[in-house]
Structure formats: C-alpha cells, structure tokens
C-alpha cells in the first residue's frame, strides 16, 4: 500500500474512518466496476489502488457513504463528507438524496436549555430585586412595569440587540435589531419566482435577492430561533421536511408574497407577530432545510471538477486493470463485482 503521490510524491495522508484502507484524505470508489483511487490533496490526480487491497475498502466506502447524511449527488458521481473529515467520492447511479436534520436536534436543543437556564437566572435575579424593593417600603405596583418587561426580554431577548447588518437606504450599514426579525418576511417574487429577504424599517423595507437573501436569511433565522426546541418539535420540523421531499422543496414552500408589518406601527400590534411570519415549529424547519440547501450547494459545485477528474481516471484504469489482471482471474473478479 503506498503513502504517496504517483504523480507528484506529496503524501497522500491517512484517515481513521476505513479500516481497510486507512491511506488518504479523499477516497474515490466505484463499486461496479472494482475501481478504488486515492485522491492527491496536493495535485488532484487519482491514483488507483492495487487490485489486492480494494474490496473490502469498496465495500466499506459504500456503506459508509450510504450512512453518511451530509453529500451531494449529480447522475454519475456523488460527494460526501464524514465527521472525521475523510471525503468519499462514489462513482455509479446516484443514491437516493438524504436530508441531515438529526445534525441539529442536538444545537436546537442546547438553545433550548441555554434560554431556559439564562431564563431562570434572570427572574432569580428580579425576584430579588422586587422583595428587595418590598422590605424597603416600596409598594409591588412600582414594579409592575419593570417586572412586565425584564420578564419578556428575558423569554424573548432584548429587542434592541443586533443581529446583522444590510447595506442600508445611503449605502451605509445598516443594523438589523431583533425587533426587526417580526418585519422580516422570506418571500417568492411573483414576476419572476425568485426568492428575496424583505426586512421592514422605519424608513421603509430593504430588500434582499439571489445568494445575499440566503446569506442574511441563514444568520437571522438562528436569532428567530434563539428558544430551540424540544424533541417533540424538532421532530415535527424533521417530519416537515421529509414530507416535502428535500431542503431545496421545503425553502420554497415557505416563501410568501406578503410585505413584512410597518416598524412604525405600535409594539402592541405586532406584539403577537411571530419572527418571519412564521410559527416555531416552521421556523426550525426552515433554518434546517436553508442550512442543509446551502452546504449541499457548496458541496455541488465541486462535483463537476470531480467528474470530470474521474472520466479521465476511468480511462487510466480500465487500461492499467486489464493489463495486471489474468485471464484465469476474470471470474473470480466477475463474482466478487456481483456480490449484493
């Protein structure tokens, strides 16, 4: 088994997740065909493995890959990503698309318990200031106010507090408060069908379009979301998405064509407006399916570099394996290739 580059002599590191074949950072693989090549990190060429050392390294790549919930997939090659950084690249039909909501079940979680003990803290804290306040002689009335609002900005957050920032009306930045989360609608433009982030402002809405709406809508959505979920609703976003069929489905379902409230209306009539117009359990789905669309975005773009790598790889192969291998082998390999 080598450890370097055919081709440039850069090592080609190792990986913990194979157990058969614990060389490299990127495996290619191609299960029908017996074909197994590490990928140069360093010059990206592929170098095809020995036929001795491939099958039980195929056999494992793909289950795998099949486990694996973060990946992308065109018609002839997909890409995955594992959590130990080893990239797999799967060469054959593309495997029915996957999404990765359990990965957030966890981080929806920790929020929740973050606000909750913050929650908790923080109207510790009060009370002791109100019964402070009581053996000092002030009456409970004094508080009332006090009381009605540290409560809320506890549970809900300081509606002052920055979440991002949009090129503003002159150009400047402008700051996006947490207040402005309940003007902020993700919307389907109906002339064209193309989604956009609008944010309501005093002085008018600002509107977002293309990868920038994704952009902003991906950091202020995790601020709607600041309260998490349990289990029961995280599951319920999870089920959403797999009734709609993938993340990509889901983000267009949610858009709508409504404009966001005036922020010059009073905070009483907005007070029961959800952040993006959206209840929570759509909410968490949202983020995930908008999270989940843009990585495989990401992932997408380096496919077509990889198929196109691996037609030439292909070539190369078909060439070098009929050369090494006997006639009295070709059975033997016929049988291994039409294993289930």
Known sequence: ??????????PLGVNESIEHFPVGRRLAFDSGKGRLWV???????????????????????????????????????????????????????????????????DQFGRRRRRTLIQAGLGFGALGAVVAGGIAAGAGIGGFGWMIMQSGRYLVEGNPRAVVGYVPGFDGQPLAIRRLHLKHTRWQTDPSTGEHRLAIGFKRGTITLT??????????LIVHANRRGGN?????RAVDRIQEAGSAEVLVASMATQREPPPVWRKESA??????????????????????????RRALQGELIALEHAWRDAEEI???????????????????????P
């Open 1 to 10: 088994m080598y450890s370097t580059c055919l081709f440039c002599h850069a």
């Open 39 to 105: 990928v140069c990190r360093t010059c990206e060429r592929w170098n095809l493995s020995p036929l001795e050392e491939r099958w039980e390294a195929i056999e494992e790549c793909e289950r795998r890959f099949e486990g694996t919930r973060m990946r992308a997939s065109t018609d002839n090659i997909g890409l995955a990503r594992l959590p130990e950084g080893l990239e797999l690249v799967r060469i054959g039909p593309a495997l029915r698309p996957e999404f990765a909501a359990w990965r957030y079940g």
């Open 270 to 295: 907005v007070r029961n407006v959800e952040a993006f117009g959206m209840h929570p359990e759509r909410r968490l789905a949202f983020e995930m399916a908008l999270h989940e669309e843009q990585e």
């Open 231 to 235: 289990r029961t609703e995280v599951q």
């Open 317 to 339: 192969a078909k060439i070098s394996d009929n050369l090494l291998v006997p006639e009295s082998d070709e059975e033997w390999l016929r049988k291994q290739r039409e294993k």
């Open 210 to 219: 293309g990868e920038e709406a994704r952009r902003q809508a991906g950091i």
